[in-house]
């Protein structure tokens, strides 16, 4: 279990560093963020973006980049690619989004011939620190996957666990969540929850997870919601990972618990052949900081 994000940040390896290649890091709260990092953390980096923007928003931060640690681009989508050739090339260990949409960054990665795909489903993941639940909750897929598929959701819960293995946690608590515990074949989410719970009841989901689904939200999260309702869960309260069952879901839900619920972000992209660290381009310094911890 990870209490906070600042008990992540004693799981991040002090013997090996990290190279962070940013896509368009000509903005300042991804400058400030990758700046603290690099002082606190193993990690050296690439800024892929305009060279001018850079040295001036780095000289507003007192910081002097090395002329070697910038790579000038024309626009959005030569950042992008550029970023992604310097990971192919073996330059870069992370790929972080700065400020550019992430479906720019996005193509460049997804590209069958140029990109960092990896065998599997990539996948988004954010990690939130909510101030009134008791451990670091983790929200996916609210950014890659707009409606997957039940072996997709599968996927994603493979890319979940994997992720969580190398933090050092051996079995997660998945709750795959629906807007009621009522199978229903007119709303497809709870027949793939079901499946989802049934797969992984047969050994079909790995070793390092314990689901159930369909759940709501007050069950997932409450042991006294599940109790009041009568329903028998095992991972009611101390849910690790909300599954949802699509993009607009996972969206919401992380955004609304960070701009409502006073809760912190960090989020990254999973199952490419590197980490990809993407976050908002709203989001804080802060958030990009732990997001950069999260993926080293």
């Excluded at 001036?56 to 989508?77: C, F, H, M, R, Y």
């Excluded at 199978?183 to 499946?195: G, N, R």
């Excluded at 992984?200 to 314990?210: A, D, I, N, Q, V």
Aim: aromatic share 4%; charged share 20%; with cysteine.
């Amino acid at each position: 279990m990870l209490k906070s994000f600042e008990e992540l940040r004693g799981r991040v390896s002090a013997d090996t560093s990290k190279t962070i290649v940013v896509a368009a890091a000509h903005e300042e709260h991804t400058l400030d963020a990758l700046y603290s990092a690099a002082k606190q953390l193993p990690i050296h980096y690439i800024l892929v973006g305009n060279r001018e923007k850079i040295n001036n928003i780095s000289s507003k931060l007192g910081q002097t980049p090395a002329a070697d640690t910038i790579v000038d681009a024309e626009d959005n989508a030569d950042c992008a690619a550029k970023a992604v050739e310097l990971i192919r090339a073996g330059r870069g260990d992370v790929l972080m989004k700065g400020i550019l949409e992430t479906g720019t960054l996005l193509r460049a990665a997804l590209n069958k011939d140029t990109g960092i795909r990896d065998s599997g489903i990539m996948s988004h993941f954010i990690f939130l620190q909510v101030p009134n639940y008791h451990k670091l909750i983790g929200v996916t897929d609210g950014g890659m996957t707009p409606h997957p598929t039940l072996e997709q959701k599968a996927d994603i819960v493979r890319n979940t666990a994997q992720f969580y293995k190398r933090l050092g946690i051996s079995q997660i608590k998945v709750a795959a969540l629906c807007a009621s515990e009522t199978v229903s074949p007119k709303i497809q989410e709870t027949v793939d929850a079901a499946e989802l719970q049934a797969m992984c009841e047969r050994g079909e989901l790995g070793s390092g997870c314990l689901l159930e689904g369909p759940l709501s939200f007050d069950i997932a999260i409450s042991r006294e919601s599940a109790e009041i309702k009568g329903h028998p869960s095992v991972i009611s309260g101390d849910t690790d990972v909300l599954l949802v069952p699509n993009i607009t879901v996972g969206n919401a839900l992380a955004k609304g618990l960070t701009y409502w619920g006073g809760a912190i972000m960090a989020g990254c992209i999973l199952g490419a052949k590197v980490p990809i660290i993407l976050i908002s381009r709203a989001s804080t310094t802060e958030e990009k900081f732990y997001s950069i911890m999260m993926c080293c």
